[in-house]
């Protein structure tokens, strides 16, 4: 039987999504868009409930000749065990929690995209257990 973890996704929100695309944006299907992409992640941890994070997941895209960007930013809520030992839970919120947000986010930028008649892009799959780069937010 497989056990439930005591690491909970208690649900996300967005707090921002911003597309721009100038006048002369070529969006013509024969050609694909070469679009950089820049996603970057933040934690908040509030110390009078050490074991609650919120994980803020930025998507950042631009085209390479600067004429369309688009920016998604999630958030979302964990929450763990109060036993659970702190290594544990910190590999949890660094590595688990965005893998569970990332998703959402190549959705909103795929969807967007084809809602504005813009050939769809497909986030590329990003490996998590080399995260050591994010930002922690400590609340106050």
């Known amino acids: 039987m497989i056990e439930k973890s005591t690491f909970s996704f208690l649900g996300y929100k967005i707090p921002k999504v911003e597309m721009n695309i100038a006048d002369d944006f070529c969006n013509n299907q024969a050609e694909p868009i070469e679009i950089i992409d820049d996603i970057s992640l933040g934690y908040g941890i509030d110390p009078e409930e050490p074991r609650f994070v919120e994980v803020l ?10 004429k369309f960007s688009f920016i998604v930013k999630i958030k979302g809520g964990f929450k763990a065990d109060k036993d659970m030992p702190e290594e544990l839970f910190k590999n949890l919120y660094t590595k688990n929690a965005p893998a569970i947000l990332y998703p959402y986010a190549r959705a909103i930028v795929s969807n967007y995209m084809v809602l504005a008649n813009i050939p769809p892009y497909l986030l590329p799959l990003i490996n998590l257990t080399k995260n050591e780069e994010a930002e922690k937010i400590e609340k106050k």
């Open 57 to 66: 997941l930025t998507v950042k895209l631009k085209d390479k000749n600067e």
